[in-house]
């Protein structure tokens, strides 16, 4: 009866979710972090995803910023560059755009990243991934180029289980690029039938 009940509030849970991530892919695409702060407050946000983005990721100062981040890419995905080359010990992505505001922001995003993976402060709204990584940060050895339309990542490590999960993130973000909100979603319903945060 019990495992009935919590099926029946996960079921429900995931539904409402599904509106409220609906609800933000109808943003309009002009949405900068600026005008998203309101949408994507963080701890102790009452904006629309403010719920939802706290089922999902452990709230910080910069989860709000971090959100904003996210949306921008996501609205502009179609304007993105992205390749990987699956190393034998990690991964080296190239991740662009020829819109400056889009570089920018992909600038910003992998910057803000690379520090919360070397402080062990997850972010993570959408990937079965990242909770490896965060994990088994002192593994990683990552390495940040700036370019002037975006950034290039290389991320290695000599455990195996780790380098399976530099990939698999690898391949996450990609989805995100070539699908924008789409594969967000998808990512996220599943997080939330997995019942995270970890």
């Known amino acids: 009866m019990i495992r009935n009940h919590i099926r029946r509030i996960t079921v429900a849970a ?92 992909i600038k910003a995003h992998v910057a803000s990243m690379s520090q919360r993976l070397k402080d062990g402060r997850e972010f993570n709204l959408f990937s079965t991934t990242l909770p490896v990584l965060f994990e088994n940060r002192d593994k990683i050895k990552s390495v940040v180029e700036v370019t002037e339309k975006g950034s290039v990542v290389t991320r290695t490590s000599s455990d195996a289980r780790v380098v399976a999960a530099l990939q698999g993130h690898a391949a996450e973000v990609t989805e995100l690029a070539q699908e924008g909100m789409i594969a967000m979603r998808r990512g996220m319903m599943t997080r939330m039938v997995r019942g995270a945060p970890n």
């Open 14 to 105: 995931v539904a409402v979710f599904g509106l409220w991530v609906a609800a933000a892919a109808a943003q309009p695409h002009g949405m900068g972090p600026g005008m998203m702060h309101g949408m994507h407050h963080g701890a102790g946000g009452h904006g629309p995803m403010a719920g939802a983005t706290a089922m999902l990721t452990r709230q910080d100062a910069g989860s709000s910023a971090d959100m904003g981040l996210v949306h921008d890419l996501l609205m502009h995905h179609a304007s993105i560059r992205r390749t990987v080359t699956n190393l034998p010990d990690g991964i080296r992505t190239v991740t662009e755009s020829d819109d400056p505001k889009v570089a920018q922001a």
